[in-house]
């Protein structure tokens, strides 16, 4: 099955820094990368994804990028904020096939954003 | 606005007890998901269904069984409970596919004594 893999497991950043999390997948037929942000004693929201026939993707301080050939995507903050501090989650789709619907998810990495 | 509700946000069992954690959603979905959290492990899969009746084994099925007698209600079974068992349980919905957003429900704290 498929393996994502996720680092760091944890970060800490001053706030109006940019912040960087990467993850490796281990199924070249896997198409579909989301990325879930869950705050303290919240439940996790989907943030940004992407899909394997676009390299990268933006929403105004965040933005995702793709390499298909090496198998990982990244997360960027830019402009870091208290607010932006969370366990940030990848996961990784196949698309097709009996796990229709299912991700694979990294284990998480904590974001702490100092002021 | 999709709702995903989980029946308990906190329970205690003791051991050997059965367990059963239900979970709702209101948006006609297909897929339903139980996940369990643990620090430093993420989300771990425990089962998925994809329609009503069927089921599918995650990554960590064991000691764990599921039902889903209707489209919008999947249960997580735990026959006998143990305390390796503590834990939190996520619930999640998405529509039928392969791309679609998954969406939570608040968690259910299970501590087993």
């Known amino acids: 099955g498929e393996n994502v893999e996720q680092h760091p497991s944890t970060l800490s950043v001053q706030e109006g820094d940019s912040a960087v999390i990467k993850c490796t997948y281990s199924?070249?037929?896997?198409?579909?990368f989301p990325w879930y942000k869950q705050e303290l004693g919240k439940r996790p929201q989907l943030i940004i994804d992407?899909?394997?026939?676009?390299g990268e993707k933006k929403d105004q301080r965040i933005a995702v990028t793709l390499n298909k050939t090496a198998k990982h995507f990244s997360l960027h903050i830019t402009e870091t904020q208290p607010e932006d501090s969370a366990v940030y989650f990848c996961?990784?789709?196949?698309?097709?096939?009996?796990?229709?619907?299912?991700?694979?998810f990294g284990r998480g990495t904590q974001l702490t954003v100092w002021p | 606005d999709v709702k995903v509700t989980q029946s308990s946000r906190y329970l205690v069992k003791r051991t050997g007890e059965k367990v059963f954690l239900e979970c709702v959603q209101d948006?006609?979905?297909?897929?339903m998901f139980w996940y369990r959290q643990d620090p430093g492990l993420g989300l771990r899969l425990i089962y998925f269904?994809?329609?009503?009746?069927?089921?599918e084994k995650g990554d960590i099925p064991e000691g764990y069984s599921v039902s889903r007698e209707k489209k919008e209600r999947f249960s997580l079974i735990l026959e006998s409970a143990s305390t390796n068992q503590t834990s939190m349980y996520l619930c999640?919905?998405?529509?039928?596919?392969?791309?679609?957003?998954?969406?939570f429900g608040p968690g259910t704290r299970l501590t087993v004594t």
């Open positions: 269904s994809y329609d009503v009746k069927m089921k």
């Open positions: 948006m006609d979905h297909e897929n």
């Open positions: 199924d070249s037929a896997s198409n579909y």
């Open positions: 996961a990784a789709s196949r698309g097709r096939g009996s796990t229709l619907g299912r991700l694979y």
């Open positions: 992407i899909r394997s026939n676009v």
């Open positions: 999640a919905s998405s529509l039928g596919g392969p791309l679609y957003e998954q969406y």
